[in-house]
């Protein structure tokens, strides 16, 4: 039997007479590997706060192993820090058990460089550093609050394996990303309606198991209102002799008249899907076929030794779908400004045409002013409608169209959540989308809703959609080519789905050949890394005298002239060699990489 390790019964939690939860009960138990999902709002990181005790529940019984380790992830955190990262993780975790080991181990593996200084980070930095703090730690249950927030796509695939093969304890993870999800979970807790339903499977199963809940409920409903129709016909035609009895009989329809109406407009709520309208569909609107050009643009920082852009050239044609992924720092973001402007090339040009205008959905959320109303941010010249696709329409039922409450468009922006502030970013870009749409990781702190939602606008929008996301899923529902930013200036164009791609490259970072020779000797016995990599350094040094060879013989101006099937046995045999030695010098690294953990 699985040990219990935490328990709620009949717990409630408000804020004023606002519950956020009542009657709330479920357990966690050791090997849960937890999703929590639930739309923006419903109080998905609330609920993270009361597990890890930053919150006490109002009423009801809460129960928690003795000596139970949690590590929390939060959403987003702010702190300050002015020594490097490796200090900041070093604080708190110097006396775990072979900390130096795991602290350089979790370094490499999460490309993270720990002489950097803490508050200069980026924010997909600090959450690596947040992630190697806690996983250093180990504790027992872990609660991770949009853990893929801001990471590249290796290192979600690299926490992915960490909590499937190598972490013990016991999880409850929020995410917007469902591949990340379905790989990693083994139940599912749905919030709705201050409430848990609880599913036995996977995140795998959640899109069957959740229509099967609401076409449930909806038989439910249609079964209270007959029940209702019935009791109401049979008081318009009461007996006047029983007229004490159909006087209490009256008082209870009327209790479930209320009931029955109060239950299905939170039904009707809890299922609504987000409105929107596409943008004008001529083709006049939509401008010309090339967008934009690219021509040998280069870029650089740090007295060029951060090479971004190399000479890259590339035409944007009207209506093309393209996803941007790559390691965090490696471009993508300064391809978007390239073509909003705020950023010029070092050489090259970018030209885009006169009559393109572009919506900006910017992760960094500079759009908005905090200390400002929802109101004041969509309609900044004041009233109350704004343009929406050439219609003017009232802002109060324009926000209903994206799921929220009329009475709360004079709050502070300040006071959202992240997911209920990407989407009043959706609703200001998609209220008058341009010709070319720019979407800078649109999919963080988003729910499913809402994330289906954009996913149909993209797909049926015959404008120009450019999307960097770190979100797998959504990109191979909605691109069908991709720029990899592969770093130092090297960028690849593929046609495909996003998964795709990243599985034929992971499977190219060493030879399909040697990958089972290496597996083969591991099952036998542990590898020799050392020895390995001395075979492998003295195949390059054979491959690169031979290679030097060839290309003295092409030095020779009157070898093409004289015996030119010579001359391309040459060509073809140092393009041979060069091959050879780019496999092996991924197999090199590949072996020091895995030394250095073993």
Known sequence: MRELLLSLNNCSFGYSKNKIFENLFFNINDGDKIALVGRNGVGKTTLMDILSKKKTIDDGKSWFLP?????????????????????????????????????????????????????????????????????????????????????DIESIIWLENYLVKEFKGSFLVVSHDRKFLKKITNKVFWLDRKNIKI??????????????????????????????????????????????????????????????????????????????????DSNDFFGPNVVASFFKVSKAYCDNKITLFKDFNFKLHKGEKIGLIGKNGSGKSTMFKFLTGDTQPDSGSVKIKHSINFSYFDQMGGQFNDQKSI?????????????????????????????????????????????????????????????????????????????????????????????????????????????????????????????????????????TERKTKLRNENKISKINYHREIQKILKQIQIIEKKIQLEKKSLEDPQLYKNDKLKFEEVVNKISNYEKNLQLLEKEWIFLEEQNMIN
Not at 125 to 140: G, S
């Open 67 to 151: 000596n139970l380790t949690t590590g929390y992830l939060v959403q987003k955190k702010k702190q300050n820090f002015s020594g490097s990262a490796r200090q900041f993780i070093k604080k708190s975790c110097e006396d775990e058990t072979n900390f130096d080991f795991k602290l350089e181990r979790y370094a490499r593996e999460l490309k993270l460089n720990l002489n950097l200084n803490f508050n200069t980070l980026s924010g997909g930095l600090k959450r690596k550093v947040y992630l190697a703090e806690l996983i250093i730690k180990n504790p027992k249950l872990l609660l991770l609050d949009e853990p893929t927030n801001h990471l």
């Open 375 to 511: 109101k004041e941010n969509l309609i900044p010249g004041g009233g109350d409608y704004l343009d929406v696709n050439g219609f003017k329409k009232h802002i109060c039922g324009y926000l209903k169209n994206f799921l929220f409450d009329p009475k709360d468009v004079n709050n502070l922006v300040s006071t959202l959540s992240g997911g209920q502030r990407n989407r009043l970013l959706l609703a200001k870009v998609l209220a008058n989308p341009k010709q070319l749409m720019i979407l800078d990781e649109p999919t963080n702190d988003l729910d499913s809703d809402t994330l289906d939602i954009l996913t149909d606008f993209i797909n049926g929008y015959k404008g120009t959609v450019l999307i960097s996301s770190h979100d797998r899923s959504f990109l191979d529902e909605t691109v069908d080519k991709i720029f990899f930013f592969h770093g130092d200036g090297e960028i690849e164009f593929h046609l495909g789905l996003c998964s795709e791609i990243l599985l034929n490259f992971q499977n190219k970072k060493i030879p």
């Open 199 to 280: 599913s036995p499977k996977g995140f795998y199963d959640f899109d069957n198991w959740s229509t099967q809940i609401i076409e449930h409920e909806k038989k439910v409903l249609k079964n209270k209102n007959n029940f209702l129709k019935q009791e109401l016909d049979w008081l318009s035609k009461g007996i006047k002799a029983r007229r004490k009895r159909n006087m209490k009989r009256k008082i209870q329809a009327k209790e479930l008249e209320l009931s029955v109406k109060q239950e299905q407009n939170e039904f009707i709520k809890s299922i609504k899907k987000i409105n929107v309208t596409q943008a004008d």
